[in-house]
């Protein structure tokens, strides 16, 4: 059997098609790509069974992934993360079978691994050398350890306000690191100017059309880890929305193998309520979203004015009968306390916001009885420190400890 069944990659907008053997950006109409398989002769030769055996991470997927030749593939051991059940706060939200698929453990501590993973592994195939991308942290933090791991230069743009641990993990992988005083989209007009002038690959958002077919296998994880049983509700806290777009990716593919059954998860985008263009595209009805102006969150990740994928988020969830919302930064910081004290898992403000989400949605009866919710954590809570303010007492040597009323947790001051 072949390494990868890719075959092109298509223009979803215009229906353009380009090699895959080559580098291509965007489409001529300005679309991103995506990248199309040979799924009529997978269905002949791969099965369901094939997967028995194969090792743990997301390369086990390597039929739908887009390199061509295993020597090319760069990986940190990335994939097949837990889908934990949370048993306590599903009960707290009325929500019987609630579970989240934990990005937290991946290496460099968010999905964005799953994304430089494939996307750094084409780009070593198709002989780059530079690449440059704007980020909110973490993209840039996982990309600038993937490429020094192939050996390309990287070059990244963050907004000073972006966590600190990320800018120190672009530091340390010799990434060429530069600050903008404002937002991503800010750091995306810097990067396209260095892209104009010095031709670097350009690793931003869906500008190059590999970091999806990454991130899909999110879904293709979900998918097996629930034995080829579909759940009825995935909740994605959306920024540039790629890996939302991806899961939905994945498992139409799946339902095109005959994986899967014919109807798909209901996706639902989080936003917040400081920076949610597509939450408000969707309550308008709307086939793209409008720029955000003055965009700001506690969970920076996906504090994104304006995504290049929009009409693919917003498809996705049309299809799906999905939805969009977006919740506020106060009910994100005490949804990931509450998540730490009932679950013991400290979570990201992105992936406390998806759990927000549900906890409205089975409120309001979007979400009904009976029904298997994931909720996806996209990234480790230490990687955002700043977000969680605690205040323990100064003891002395000798001193007693304080004395707290039996299943009271030390009170947690969020910033």
Sequence with gaps: MMFSYATHLSCPKCGAIY????????????????????LEALRKTWKRDDMRGRPNHLWRYHELLPVRQPAHVVSLGEGMT????????????????????????IPTGTFKARGAAVGVSKAKELGVKELAMPTNGNAGAAW???AARAGIQC???????????????????GAHLSLVDGLISDAGHIVAQGIKELHWYDASTLKEPYRIEGKKTMGLEIAEQLEWNLPDVIIYPTGG??????????????????????????????????????AKAWEEKKQTSDFWNDA??????INVPKALGDFL?????????GCALAVDDHSI?????????????????????????????RQNGWIKEGETVVVLNTGAGIKYPDTVRTNPPLLQPGEPLPVFQSGDPQPLKPS
């Excluded at 059940?85 to 698929?101: F, T, V, Y």
């Excluded at 070059?155 to 992988?173: F, G, L, Q, W």
């Excluded at 306390?337 to 927000?356: D, L, N, S, T």
Aim: aromatic content about 6%; overall charge neutral; hydrophobic content about 45%.
């Design 82 to 105: 837990p889908l934990l059940p949370l048993p306590q706060l599903g009960k707290d939200m009325a929500i019987s079978r609630l579970l989240m698929k934990d990005e937290g453990v």
């Design 333 to 361: 910081l005490q949804e990931q306390k509450r998540i730490a004290q009932m679950e013991g898992a400290f979570v990201c403000p992105e992936g406390a916001a998806a759990f927000v989400a549900a906890r409205r949605l």
């Design 313 to 321: 988020v917003l498809d996705a969830i049309y299809r799906t009968a």
């Design 296 to 301: 700001s969150t506690v969970a920076f990740g």
């Design 19 to 38: 090699g895959i053997d080559r580098v291509n950006q965007l489409c001529r109409c300005g679309s991103p790509l995506l990248a199309r398989y040979d």
């Design 241 to 278: 929305g790629v890996g939302l777009i991806g899961i939905y990716k994945a498992l139409s593919e799946l339902r095109d193998l005959g994986w899967v059954r014919d109807q798909l998860p209901r996706l639902v985008s989080v936003q917040a309520e400081g920076c949610a263009p597509i």
């Design 144 to 146: 600038s350890l993937y």
């Design 155 to 173: 070059h990244v743009v963050m907004p000073v306000d972006a966590p600190m641990i990320t800018r120190n993990e672009c530091a340390i992988s």
